[in-house]
């Protein structure tokens, strides 16, 4: 089979921005919400607002100019097409990085911190600071193949990522990843590849807390935080890991059901006072919405969860790891709760700001 890199460029047809217009301007829309907040979902006057944005004023030619300036590729690796971005530094000694993004987002929810990370001289930093980037999409998100069979969870992922970074050249490189790419990271850091030798994630990957007597106030905080989340947070996760076919026919025919579909984890995920988009930016929304509508990802996405809840990995994660905490995090990690699973943390930093998509709400 083929090993060959293939340069990638966004091209998109002038007939499918025209048939997501269409699909936005017919949409048949439900009756106002009963409550005056988020309790009950998506509220209908933001999302028509936004909704309208997307059909009338958003330019999704041109900002796909503006990805298209990262270098991006496709190569295949055990029989599927996996898109990338790798973002080479000028800096010689530059350490390999490999970037694995989440859901609802995608491998753009990079795009703010990638120059930075290459080029960091020209943002404050020193040649020690930089980094050769690459971010994979996940199989099924985007511009990457959609498996046609079971199989693809975060520990297949970590095999074809570092068969990736050896198809790049790198021997040795770190991993950092949020959301499933944290669970991805976690795989990598568990001695499978040998080639990662070290891994930073921003999201705990441990299946109960481990508490002893009282809990301390840090821990009763975090133990409130995930009560709240499985109680009133969770219907996505559970529908995904459970019936992502299901939900998928509703995300792929209708754009606004994936809007808000989306956007409410964006809303409710973000740390932001009031208005996400003064926090993460109207057209990046909209450029990771866009992506997701294009590629028709709905159901092959969310499949990722139910790939993931049927591999349990009670592997240890013996590769020095890195964590850092943001306070709207989905989960708070607690360390004393991590330290079992990933006996090697080296590196733990708590931030004052900044939640789930931590690397567009606070990219420095």
Known sequence: MSEAIRPFRIVTPQASIEDLRRRLLSTRWPEQET??????GTPLEWLKEICDTWANSYDWQQRSAVL????????????????????????????????THGWPGSVFEFQKVIQPLVNPTEFGG?????FHVVCPSLPGFA?????????WGPRRVAHAWCLLMRRLGYEQFLAHGGDLGAAVASALGRGDCDHCTGIHITLA?????VTSGEPSGEEQ??????????????GYEILQRTRPQTVGYGLVDSPVAQAAWILEKFWEWTDHAGNVADVIGLDV??????????????????????????????????????????????????????????????YW????????????????
């Open 68 to 99: 298209n300036r990262l270098d991006q590729f496709v190569t295949t690796i055990e029989g599927l097409d996996i898109h990338f971005i790798h973002q080479r530094s000028h800096h010689r000694d530059a350490t390999p990085l490999l970037m």
């Open 35 to 40: 409550v005056d907040d988020w309790s009950q």
């Open 143 to 151: 511009f990457s193949g959609k498996p046609g069979s079971t199989g």
């Open 126 to 130: 020193t040649p020690d600071d930089a």
């Open 349 to 364: 930093n708590e931030q004052p700001r900044g939640g789930h998509f931590a690397a567009l709400e606070v990219p420095e």
């Open 205 to 209: 990957m441990y299946t109960e807390p």
């Open 221 to 234: 905080r975090a133990l409130d935080g995930l009560e709240r989340f499985q109680r009133t947070g969770s």
């Open 285 to 346: 929304l909209l450029d990771n919405l866009t992506v997701h509508w294009l590629s028709a990802d709905g159901s092959s996405a969310a499949r990722m969860y139910w790939e993931s809840h049927h591999e349990i990995d009670q592997r240890k994660v013996t590769t020095p790891t890195g964590v850092t905490v943001y306070p709207r995090e989905i989960v708070t990690p607690v360390r004393e709760w991590m330290a079992p699973h990933y006996p090697n943390i080296i």
